[in-house]
């Protein structure tokens, strides 16, 4: 069994901090908070906002990934955000139902979204430095694994306190805001201690500018790294509709069923249930990768998300759902903890937090797309159940250019 080196697990105990937030914020209770508020139409309309955070970040990634290249500058730029996003995830707390102030509520989320993912664009560009190329597969998914387990015990809590306090009251919920809060910086702290930049580009005079001269030269040559370009490509179709599942899910699922017919507690329960059983998941993917590669379990998750999606057409009950969230659970810590480690292995380590940078850029403007569509498709068609049907074409795209990638990728040779 392979042994962790300190910064490895330092790095790994971040996975396991900010996974809370995905499974608190993103997919479970900030939903069921925002579908309180009386004056908001559908819960379905939180894709719209998880659209705007996508933008947000979109343009910010690879401007700051490029400035962050520079020697000691990607810590600083990681602890920005990740207090951006443990400040505003607190700040969600403080705006009840009652005060039918959703927009204030959408204003903090989609600020705390901004803050978690601006800080994993520099904690992904972190496993160049802390893993070599031979590792990465691994730690990588260890990375996810462990983030889903772990994330049991805040979201366990807050279940708790949730029924404890009144499955349709909000200061549970809220309460578990904070809870979420303080996990993600508890486990932040060994990031902070251990991991350091090891590569990196020397500080050089007019930083900024010279900065966004590397980005654009990059840009304009990037289709010469042809491994990478065309990896992105594919990233950017599929990763679409995984991040519109994990943000949609619980919207998705109540628009379908109803209010009524859905049990919050279940929902939330099985939420619980899928993080468990994606761990072993995750751990497997990460293994069997070494065996058949990680481009060929990529494309078992890529085939394993289609059929969900077909399948979540057709569901009439509780039951369906948590079949269809152990499918989930399946492949998800899968595909992307293999997609990241397939990009790291493949840029030029000195310009890990550029080459994250377009990483980022091609999967959030992607996200972009998905909870849009699924939000538009019930619009248009008044049938939420279309909706997951609309992000189907994403991953048949996604797959067809991902199979002309080479099955072990090849270091990315720099343009100077």
Known sequence: MMKLTKEERSWI????????????????????????????????????????????????????????????????????????????????????????????????????????????????SFLVDVSSDERMDKVSSKGYAYGYISS????????????????????????????????????????????????????????????????????????????????LMAYFFYIDGVDTIIKMVVPYATSVLGSDALDTFALLGILLVIQIIAFPFAILYGNLAKKYSA??????????????????????????????????????????ALSRSYFAKIIPKHQSNEFFGFYNIFGKFAAIIGPGVMALTTTLTGNPRFAILAIIPLFIIGFIIFVTLPKEPQVAETNG
Not at 21 to 43: C, E, Q, R, W
Request: glycine content about 8%.
């Open 152 to 231: 049991v015990i805040p979201f366990g809590i807050s279940l708790a306190l949730i029924v404890a306090l009144g499955m349709d009251k909000a200061i549970g919920y809220q309460i578990g805001f904070i809870v979420t809060a303080v996990w993600w910086g508890l486990l932040t702290i060994p990031m902070i201690k251990h991991v350091r930049q090891k590569h990196y580009i020397e500080p050089e005079p007019k930083p900024v500018i010279n900065s966004f001269k590397r980005l654009a030269k990059t840009f304009k040559n990037i289709r010469q790294y042809r491994t990478v370009f065309v990896f």
């Open 295 to 336: 481009k060929a379990l990529i494309i078992v998750a890529i085939f394993t998300y289609t059929v969900v999606c077909i399948s979540g057409f057709f569901i009439t009950s509780v039951l369906h759902i948590f079949l269809l969230g152990a499918l989930i659970a399946s492949a998800q810590g899968g595909i992307q």
């Open 13 to 124: 105990l971040y996975d396991c901090g900010n996974s809370a937030y995905s499974i608190a914020i993103s997919t479970a209770l900030l939903p069921v908070v925002f579908g309180m508020f009386n004056n908001v139409n559908s819960s379905m309309d939180l894709g719209y906002f998880n659209t705007l955070a996508s933008l947000l970040l979109a343009i910010l990634s690879p401007i700051l990934g490029t400035i962050a290249d520079y020697k000691d500058r990607k810590k600083r730029f990681f602890l920005f955000f990740f207090i951006m996003g443990a400040v505003f995830t607190v700040s969600l707390a403080f705006v009840p139902p009652s005060s039918g102030m959703w927009q204030l509520l959408a204003i903090f989320y989609v600020l705390s979204s901004v803050g978690f993912a601006g800080a994993n664009i520099f904690y992904d």
